[in-house]
């Protein structure tokens, strides 16, 4: 039972490169979100899908693309990486009933 | 949109201690959830809370929601190695985003 995947596990970029952050379920859950996590601040919901097709901003959306066409998978695109983007990505999933996060494993993101 | 503040930042306690993690909002909650994040693990759900003075127990740890269901605590006896970790309070805005708080890192030591 693999839950929520997301590849990969730790990337390093030059500022400037795109990149997608590859986020898959397979609870058949309607909801995904994307979190960032920085020291000291918590998780921070950059975007969010309420099923396929719809996606929604969260917080801290500027600089990140989403799209859903799949109710399995929910990347997330960096359009040009900075410094400021260095962080933990995490992605999750949840059922519209009970909104319970199934968190993935992260990806580790540093921007030089 | 809706922010919860959650004290303290960080714990330090002895092993066999207790440990308390508070989180209060400014305005009336519909539920609050609960995670632990095992040091460089992902968040992982433990609980939720909806009803006004609410009280649930989990072996050592207990969860209560306030009768104003404005404020919620994570209080852990008698904490173990184990026990180590951050733990966030969820709550639940607008189109169902949960906003997390920003945690309180606990570090138990022997």
């Known amino acids: 039972n693999a839950g929520v995947t997301q590849t990969p596990k730790f990337q390093v970029l030059k500022t400037g490169q795109s990149m997608t952050l590859q986020c898959a379920q397979d609870m058949n859950h309607e909801y995904m979100s994307w979190y960032r996590q920085d020291p000291g601040m918590g998780l921070r919901l950059i975007h969010y899908s309420v099923g396929a097709g719809i996606t929604d901003q969260g917080e801290v959306p500027n600089g990140y693309n989403v799209s859903r066409s799949t109710t399995e998978d929910f990347p997330l695109r960096l359009l040009s990486a900075a410094p400021s983007q260095t962080s933990v990505y995490f992605c999750a999933s949840s059922s519209a009933g009970r909104n319970i996060q199934y968190f993935g494993a992260g990806t580790r993101l540093s921007v030089l | 949109g809706q922010q919860v503040m959650q004290i303290p930042q960080y714990q330090h306690v002895q092993e066999g201690e207790d440990f308390t993690t508070y989180c209060n909002s400014s305005?009336?909650?519909?539920?609050i959830q609960w995670y632990k994040q095992r040091p460089g693990g992902h968040p992982v759900f433990l609980i939720q809370l909806v009803k006004s003075g609410e009280v649930k127990k989990q072996k050592r740890l207990t969860f209560q929601f306030g009768e104003a269901k404005k404020n919620s605590s994570l209080h852990i006896t008698a904490t173990q190695t184990t026990d180590v970790g951050t733990y966030f309070c969820?709550?639940?805005?607008?189109?169902?985003?949960?906003?997390f708080g920003t945690g309180t890192r606990l570090q138990v030591t022997l």
């Open positions: 969820a709550i639940t805005g607008t189109a169902s985003k949960l906003t």
């Open positions: 305005t009336t909650l519909s539920n």
